[in-house]
């Protein structure tokens, strides 16, 4: 076996992140690590959660929040890291969503000249998506799967979802339309999909998550808007309970597993509920996890206190809730409970305290955006 072989077989055993500091040894590393080969090797396996990119929103004005929080994913203590993460791109942006180790942008609000950009934070690289322009009223959806792309080309596609009136006379009659682009159809290449979803349902959260090939999105309605990327079709999925059945105001959110299955979170009266999604078409759903709140008190008697007591004062879409599940992937959840950051891990059903939303910034409570972020090699052409 040569040696540039014994270090490919030892650099493909390593996490990503410890990858990326090896690249700086010296140049024979660096060139071995950029291989193309080497780096199709390493999309081919899953790589773990490192953390969750958090960015502020105003509640009530039109301009955009610029600062961008990391929160890493780990047990230990931790603090959220800002300002540097997206520095090597043209301008400020808003988080739109991440796939992979991909990661969607647009330009901050106001922008005399707005547009998409998809890039990688772990080697640098972007690219700037012609074509259209990007609107804070549209929700986006980023889906790249490794195995589709090749030696040569690193193939993604961006789904843009936007709502509109039809020509009735009911104003609660709406509909959903989807714009694609897709990488492998060149510069400028974004197509008006004919699929139309009859919906009047409002896409919060503002995030789309790609789980079994489709880009999913939490609706206000006990709802999920699935999108099937390839076919173009869509529909909405029944969420597995109805919050109609509590007296108190549940909270929720949605996200995958590395095995590509949709996940349902959600945190009411009668605890915390964890449900995968087993059939698309019939929205079958199973339980694969729960805990009460007192059970979540019990495990975690030094983060939590009183906790039935304030999860049960929320009766009003008014109030804030005192627990809010926040982002989640492969088995963790972060979530904010009152004025601290905790991730709870589903497996061992500990809960750690990652941070203060104090160190998050002003607005952090107000709907923010959290998107999970796996690492990768992944190459862009800028």
């Known amino acids: 076996m040569q040696n540039d072989d014994i270090?490919?077989?030892?650099?493909?055993?390593?996490?990503?992140?410890?990858?990326?500091?090896?690249?700086?040894?010296?140049?024979?590393?660096?060139?071995i690590l950029?291989?193309?080969?080497?780096?199709?090797?390493?999309?081919?396996?899953?790589?773990?959660?490192?953390?969750?990119?958090?960015?502020?929103?105003?509640q009530w004005a039109g301009e955009d929040i610029r600062t961008i929080s990391f929160i890493p994913a780990r047990m230990e203590v931790t603090q959220p890291n800002k300002q540097?993460?997206?520095?090597?791109?043209?301008?400020d942006v808003v988080v739109l969503g991440s796939c992979n180790g991909l990661v969607c942008c647009r330009s901050?609000?106001?922008?005399?000249?707005?547009?998409?950009?998809?890039?990688?934070?772990?080697?640098?690289?972007?690219?700037?998506?012609?074509?259209?322009?990007?609107?804070?009223?549209?929700?986006?959806?980023?889906?790249?799967n490794p195995s589709q792309s090749d030696r040569d080309t690193t193939n993604f596609k961006v789904v843009r979802v936007s709502q509109a009136r039809t020509d009735m006379d009911d104003d609660d009659d709406s509909y959903l339309s989807f714009e694609i682009y897709s990488s492998q159809a060149g510069a400028g290449a974004w197509k008006k999909s004919k699929e139309v979803c009859q919906c009047n349902d409002n896409l919060v959260k503002n995030k789309g998550v790609f789980a079994g090939g489709k880009l999913q999105w939490l609706t206000d309605k006990d709802r999920i808007l699935s999108f099937d990327i390839e076919n173009e079709l869509s529909w909405l999925i029944s969420s597995p309970f109805p919050t109609s059945h509590f007296t108190?105001?549940?909270?929720?959110?949605?996200?995958?597993?590395?095995?590509?299955?949709?996940?349902?979170?959600?945190?009411?009266?009668d605890g915390l509920h964890v449900w995968a999604l087993e059939d698309y078409y019939d929205s079958n759903w199973s339980l694969v996890h729960t805990a009460t709140l007192e059970a979540l008190e019990e495990e975690n008697s030094r983060l939590l206190r009183n906790t039935c007591e304030r999860v049960s004062q929320r009766v009003s879409v008014d109030s804030m809730p005192w627990m809010d599940p926040l982002a989640f992937k492969d088995g963790l959840l972060l979530m904010r409970v009152s004025t601290k950051i905790m991730l709870y891990c589903i497996e061992t059903k500990k809960m750690k305290e990652l941070c203060n939303v104090s160190e998050l910034g002003r607005n952090c409570i107000f709907g923010p955006l959290v998107i999970p972020y796996s690492p990768s090699l992944a190459p862009l052409m800028t």
């Open 7 to 31: 270090c490919m077989d030892v650099f493909s055993r390593l996490p990503i992140e410890t990858l990326l500091g090896l690249k700086r040894v010296c140049k024979r590393w660096h060139g």
């Open 34 to 58: 950029s291989d193309r080969s080497f780096v199709q090797g390493l999309l081919q396996r899953p790589e773990p959660l490192v953390g969750f990119f958090f960015q502020e929103r105003y």
């Open 84 to 91: 540097t993460i997206f520095s090597f791109l043209p301008e």
């Open 108 to 144: 901050v609000f106001p922008s005399p000249s707005p547009y998409i950009i998809v890039c990688n934070p772990s080697n640098k690289q972007w690219t700037r998506l012609q074509g259209t322009r990007p609107d804070k009223e549209s929700s986006y959806g980023l889906a790249f």
């Open 248 to 269: 108190v105001i549940p909270e929720m959110c949605i996200g995958e597993s590395s095995g590509g299955r949709l996940h349902y979170i959600m945190i009411s009266e």
